[in-house]
């Protein structure tokens, strides 16, 4: 069989176009292998196991089993650290987590965490190992399985008011227990809050309710003097337990601020 010269003129024999061939496949592979192994793969990181979550008067301390940390001939892996999350619900309707704990120098396999939390609600965790990897900082694992947190009733003030007095609106009530359950926490603080409505109590158009004030655990009565003349308000109270912020209680029907009197 005769053979046909190459871009350059030269002819090359079957048997040489074989072992070509066979080269190049060769070559191929090193090359795939060697990007699997350096690029394209990443070693096998393995997830915190028995992650647990008790309710406490500091916070929520968390607890779990460090994940396998496995090196090997290309990758160098070391366990530096945690991320402990919590399943959040944005304004928009849609879902995802958000960071109550990071550190990148903690390898400590329990964590206290004391994250703004409202009351009669249930809450779920999960906790991510932070490893390096080579000399690559910050890379996140696999995440473990979730803990639920319950924040149970608490109690909440009574027999709240809201009158026009001589100086401003005489906001009153009851205060809360002061203790709540022996391992929860106890009552912090109490905050007074308005709302601007109409007449009728309907919030006018971008109002949100506003705190005026954060008061002692003993404070049964608020004055408010910055309402504005001829506005309708709502009055609220909130009683707060350290981390965990209690249901609001608030008035039933406006309080008309009333127009300053006209002088002869």
Request: with cysteine; proline share 5%.
């Amino acid at each position: 069989m005769m053979a046909f010269p190459n871009a350059f003129g030269s002819a090359r024999a079957p048997g040489a176009a074989k072992r070509f061939a066979a080269f190049g496949l060769l070559l191929l592979g090193l090359c795939l292998s060697f990007a699997m192994t350096h690029g394209a793969s990443q070693p096998d990181l393995s997830a915190p196991t028995g992650f647990t979550g008790t309710l406490k008067t500091s916070g929520i301390e968390f607890s779990w089993t460090a994940p396998t940390v496995e090196s090997s001939a290309d990758y160098e892996v070391e366990l530096v650290g945690y991320m402990i999350q919590r399943a959040y619900q944005w304004a928009d309707g849609s879902s995802g987590w958000t960071v109550v704990y990071e550190s990148s120098s903690d390898t400590a396999t329990s964590q206290t965490v004391s994250p703004t939390l409202s009351e009669d609600s249930d809450y779920s965790f999960r906790v991510i190992g932070i490893f390096r990897i080579n000399d690559s900082y910050n890379q996140r694992g696999p995440v473990s399985d979730t803990a639920t947190i319950s924040i149970p009733a608490a109690p909440t003030a009574s027999n709240l008011s809201a009158t026009i007095g001589d100086d401003g609106t005489d906001v009153e009530w009851t205060a809360p227990s002061l203790s709540w359950c022996s391992d929860l926490p106890s009552l912090t603080s109490i905050v007074v809050e308005r709302l601007e409505t109409d007449a009728d109590g309907v919030a006018v158009a971008g109002a949100s309710w506003t705190e005026l004030s954060t008061l002692g655990t003993g404070a049964t009565s608020y004055s408010d003097t910055s309402g504005s003349s001829g506005s309708y308000y709502l009055y609220g109270v909130r009683a707060v337990y350290d981390f965990v912020r209690g249901d609001r209680v608030e008035t039933s029907t406006p309080v008309a601020v009333p127009l300053p009197i006209a002088s002869d």
